[in-house]
């Protein structure tokens, strides 16, 4: 079945980078987006960025941009997002999904801690 | 990018229909029909309940129906079940290419 699995939980000093990764399978990656959302505790979900895995081509939010990198290894059938510069505000579980009919499926998450 | 405006919370009896509304503007609501719903359940990751403004996937129960007019789109559940005690999210994607949610609906069956 159609699922996209994503790396472990992270636990990261002020000022790291953290890189989570996302791998998709019962599908080929690069024929549909992969989009960022991230969700800080008790926090609404907010969208971070997608790419399209085909062309590599990206779009960040703003709030994000030139903190946030994401890529894919299309041989990996996985995509990754990379964010630098972490401060306490970035606590949260990060989510990749699918954009297929909505955004659907998603990752099970990956919870990001920071913490000095 | 602003959230999309929903009510914090509503809430109704089993066997009962909310509706629960999304409010952008003619930047990602009203541009284009590409608002889509999630249901999420506490610890849980979000799942697709409507899609392109009032499509359904397949498996999602038919008590879930979607609207939009000018700026505003709706998620109505009608037959209200225990099992939909959960947190809503709409989505839109944007005149700018973007994405963004609004700000979440907790939903109580009383």
């Known amino acids: 079945q159609v699922q996209l699995v994503q790396s472990g939980a992270e636990v990261k000093k002020p000022g790291a980078s953290v890189k989570v990764s996302c791998k998709a399978s019962?599908?080929?990656?690069?024929?549909?987006?992969i989009y960022w959302v991230r969700q800080a505790p008790g926090q609404r979900l907010e969208w971070m960025g997608w790419?399209?895995?085909?062309?590599?081509?990206?779009k960040y939010s703003q709030k994000f941009q030139g903190r946030v990198t994401i890529t894919r290894d299309a041989s990996a059938n996985t995509a990754y997002m990379d964010l630098k510069s972490l401060t306490f505000e970035d606590m949260a579980v990060y989510y990749c999904?699918?954009?297929?009919?909505?955004?659907?499926?998603w990752g099970q998450g990956t919870l990001v801690t920071v913490s000095s | 990018q602003s959230a999309l405006t929903q009510p914090a919370s509503v809430s109704g009896s089993p066997g009962q229909s909310i509706t629960i509304s999304c409010t952008g503007t003619?930047?990602?609501?009203?541009?284009?029909?590409?608002v889509s719903w999630y249901q999420q359940h506490p610890g849980k990751a979000p799942k697709v309940m409507i899609y392109?403004?009032?499509d359904r996937p397949s498996g999602v129960s038919n008590r879930f129906s979607g609207s939009k007019s000018g700026n505003t789109a709706s998620l109505t559940i009608s037959g209200l079940q225990a099992e939909d005690e959960a947190d809503y999210y709409c989505?839109?994607?944007?005149?700018?290419?973007?994405?963004?949610f609004g700000t979440g609906t907790k939903v109580t069956v009383l």
């Open positions: 999904a699918r954009n297929f009919r909505g955004l659907d499926p």
């Open positions: 019962g599908y080929t990656l690069i024929n549909h987006e």
């Open positions: 392109d403004v009032s």
């Open positions: 989505c839109s994607y944007t005149t700018s290419s973007t994405v963004v």
């Open positions: 790419i399209n895995p085909g062309n590599g081509n990206t």
């Open positions: 003619s930047s990602d609501v009203g541009a284009y029909n590409y």
